[in-house]
């Protein structure tokens, strides 16, 4: 199969250090500590995943393959994580969820919707093999395979409208219609920036330009009047803030 390498010039200041790199275990969060031995097993498990996933695509990824790579049993990793499907999931939406968290904190975006968006498109350009391969797990013949990831993944996206609507930046709305919309419009944007149907970087203009005109219609008018400045003044050959200013 093709490889997809870095499509940003090296002038374009990501701040690798600090982005979350789906080759790298997820650190374990202060209360995980409890059991902390099978959490971090978990952990590199499904780092191993997303390894095959960007070596191999959907098909390369198997329970016997991830055990050989992880150096434990089949039967380790399908009492830690559970069955292919929930494996490649899990693998998936964790590293997505780092996303999340980073997208919460980051400052330069108007809310933390387009925060996550924006940042999703940031780790395709970093790391394309990965995210093409790991997007297309959303659309295989295995539909519960689908229905975990996108699910978690609106799930996230909910998350930021309620940190929005703790700020006063949100009207009463249907949050689980519009993220599931989101997600979609997401997933299949950067997917047609990775499979060469468009100019990267007219996507990530595209991209957040769409999500914000899809949350014109539910945020509140002054919050509209400051998102409208925010996108007219984005430049999508450029990271507005580094992360953790």
Request: net charge positive; glycine share 8%; with cysteine.
């Amino acid at each position: 199969m093709g490889y997809y390498t870095a499509i940003v010039p090296k002038s374009l200041a990501f701040h690798r250090e600090d982005f979350p790199d789906p080759f790298h275990a997820v650190p374990l969060a202060r209360k995980q500590m409890a059991c902390a031995n099978q959490r971090l097993r978990r952990a590199e498990i499904l780092c191993n995943v997303r390894r095959l996933l960007a070596q191999d695509g959907y098909a390369g990824v198997s329970l016997k393959e991830v055990a050989q790579s992880s150096n434990v049993s089949i039967q380790t990793v399908y009492n830690l994580v559970g069955n292919r499907t929930t494996l490649l999931a899990e693998a998936v939406v964790e590293h997505i969820g780092a996303h999340g968290k980073l997208a919460f904190s980051r400052k330069g975006y108007p809310n933390p919707i387009i925060g996550l968006c924006d940042l999703y498109w940031e780790g395709a350009a970093l790391h394309p093999q990965y995210t093409r391969n790991a997007t297309l797990t959303y659309f295989p013949p295995d539909r519960p395979l689908f229905e975990h990831i996108h699910k978690r993944g609106a799930l996230l996206l909910r998350e930021g409208f309620r940190v929005m609507a703790a700020e006063g930046k949100l009207r009463p709305c249907d949050h689980q219609a519009l993220s599931s919309r989101i997600a979609g419009l997401q997933s299949i944007t950067v997917l047609d920036g990775l499979t060469g149907f468009g100019d990267l970087f007219d996507l990530r203009r595209e991209l957040v330009n769409s999500i914000g005109l899809m949350l014109m219609p539910v945020v509140t008018g002054q919050h509209a009047a400051d998102m409208e400045v925010w996108l007219n003044a984005f430049d999508p050959r450029a990271i507005n803030t580094p992360i953790g200013e």
